[in-house]
């Protein structure tokens, strides 16, 4: 089970950090991905690290300004949000999975565990 948290409103330029609790299962092994979601749009990668300290990924769109992290002694992964733009509005969620492979860390269809999305609203 994922629980998604720390969402909120927030302007511009300004910093959210997400948090994505994990149960139920060996989290240091799986590969955990944060997916986002604005109204009319699908759902859109955003980033994801590796289990057992593998590396960790970027959609262009936020790379440099995102940083996401895991705690296994705390089965919690993090996702810090800097310099927020309104385009980055959108529900987030957490997804996890223990055996997806490298070309398909993008790809929301690949991973088996979600949570239930976090709203974030960047105003301008």
């Known amino acids: 089970q994922l629980q998604a948290s720390g969402g909120g409103l927030v302007q511009a330029g300004k910093s959210l950090r997400l948090s994505c609790a994990s149960s139920?299962?060996?989290?240091?092994?799986?590969?955990m991905g944060w997916f986002r979601q604005a109204p009319g749009n699908e759902s859109e990668f955003v980033a994801a690290?590796?289990?057992?300290?593998?590396?960790?990924y970027y959609a262009n769109s936020v790379k440099g300004r995102f940083t996401i992290s895991r705690d296994n002694a705390k089965s919690t992964t993090y996702l810090q949000m800097d310099s927020l733009k309104p385009e980055d509005t959108a529900v987030y969620y957490c997804?996890?999975?223990?055996?997806?492979?490298?070309?398909?860390?993008?790809?929301?269809?690949?991973?088996?565990?979600w949570g239930q999305g976090t709203l974030v609203t960047v105003s301008s």
């Open positions: 997804a996890a999975d223990r055996s997806i492979i490298l070309s398909d860390l993008r790809r929301a269809g690949a991973y088996d565990h």
């Open positions: 139920g299962r060996p989290f240091r092994t799986y590969t």
């Open positions: 690290v590796r289990g057992n300290g593998g590396g960790t």
